[in-house]
């Protein structure tokens, strides 16, 4: 059997969580919390980060950053996960929904401007898979209109838009460390705030509506209730297993990369003979192999493809069925079609990608779906 993710333990998660226990100081923003987040701040040259105990919870905590409420419009892709548009839709906006572009499942950067009303206050683009989204355009069109730019980048760890960290270039940016991504705590996230003026409004956003963090650095002498907030903080015992994590994000990115090229040079042929689509990642951006996708030519395929695999132990799996289909917005969906959003939603087939996964078994892998296909030529 290969399953589809298997989480990789580095070896130090168990030691660091002692430590953070034997520290006696469990709850969140003590040491781990300030490793990790000195971490990225170091690392990617950012201004501030702040641990989140879900990326869900750092797009909750966006919404509420910049005062999204009743009748304000967010644009959001169809084609994401829940999360990236609920946050928003908590606070009472009306998610506006782009579409996909041709090339690869991120938002089709040309359409965002046709979308766009008095009512429009926030952009927020998914680097999906880990592949830059055109931010150069986003951000022109954000600064035209006035618009905040949130970057979900959710997948995107140590990946980059033209030599800047993705997470970093919008007004706020966000990362998950869900079990399923390349870096993980379990349950967990990050905020990273890039634009000065929220610096002080997302901590206490953060610490319950109260100025705590301010307090304990010793700038104020008493801490209360100054603005609403909530409990956006992971305990020490999420950081310190998110730190041993991230003292090996090299070798993880390595592995995970070395593994998504020997699917791509083996796939390619299936490729070039219009069987079925690979990812493209542009020029601007790097791969952090996040994911390794193909996408099928239609949904009976796909299935077909995900069955034939099952059978042989392989645990393919589709995601997303685009959001502005989805059960619970369809009714308040304007009702544009976003046949690209629908395509990636009926075609697209993620492979097993995981630390542990050896390359005999993505080559049996890619060896049954060549199988799979050669009965398919003629079609
Ligand atoms: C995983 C993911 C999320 C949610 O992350 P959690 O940490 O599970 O809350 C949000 N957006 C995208 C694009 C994701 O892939």
Request: charged letters at 25%; a positive charge; hydrophobic letters at 40%.
């Amino acid at each position: 059997m290969i399953d589809f993710n298997r989480p990789y333990l580095t070896g130090k998660e168990l030691e660091y969580i002692h430590q953070a226990v034997k520290l006696r100081k469990i709850s969140g923003n003590g040491e781990f919390t300030r490793k990790c987040q000195n971490f990225f701040e170091k690392r990617y040259g950012l201004i501030k980060c702040l641990l989140t105990t879900s990326c869900t919870d750092a797009l909750e905590m966006c919404a509420l950053l910049i005062g999204i409420k009743e009748g304000d419009e967010v644009i959001v892709p169809s084609y994401t996960f829940v999360s990236t548009a609920n946050a928003f839709v908590l606070r009472g906006a009306r998610i506006v929904f782009a579409d996909s572009g041709s090339e690869n499942p991120n938002v089709d950067a040309g359409q965002i401007e046709n979308l766009i009303t008095s009512r429009t206050k926030a952009l927020v683009v998914v680097h999906y898979a880990g592949v830059a989204c055109d931010m150069d355009k986003i951000m022109k069109i954000a600064e035209k209109y006035k618009l905040y730019v949130i970057e979900d980048n959710a997948q995107g760890i140590d990946s980059f838009y033209n030599g800047k960290p993705l997470g970093s270039i919008g007004h706020l940016g966000v990362f998950s460390f869900h079990e399923t991504k390349n870096i993980i705590s379990g349950e967990g996230g990050m905020l990273v705030i890039n634009d000065k003026r929220f610096l002080e409004k997302a901590e206490i956003i953060w610490e319950k509506g109260t100025n705590r963090a301010a307090f304990f650095r010793g700038e104020t002498d008493k801490y209360g209730w100054v603005d609403i907030g909530s409990s956006f903080l992971p305990s020490e015992i999420i950081a310190a297993f998110l730190y041993a994590q991230l003292e090996n994000l090299q070798l993880i990115q390595e592995k995970r990369r070395e593994i998504w090229n020997r699917y791509y040079h083996s796939l390619l042929p299936l490729e070039k003979s219009g069987l079925l689509g690979l990812p493209v990642i542009p020029e601007y951006s790097t791969n952090n192999a996040h994911m390794f996708y193909l996408v099928s030519r239609n949904a009976e395929e796909r299935t077909s493809l995900i069955g034939f695999l099952r059978k042989r132990g392989i645990y393919a799996v589709f995601h997303y069925l685009s959001l502005h289909q989805s059960p619970y917005y369809r009714k308040l969906h304007d009702g544009r079609s976003l046949p690209m959003a629908d395509r990636y939603s009926d075609c697209l087939v993620r492979l097993p990608l995981f630390f542990e996964l050896t390359g005999k078994e993505t080559d049996q892998i890619t060896a049954a779906i060549k199988e799979f296909y050669k009965n398919r030529i003629k079609k």
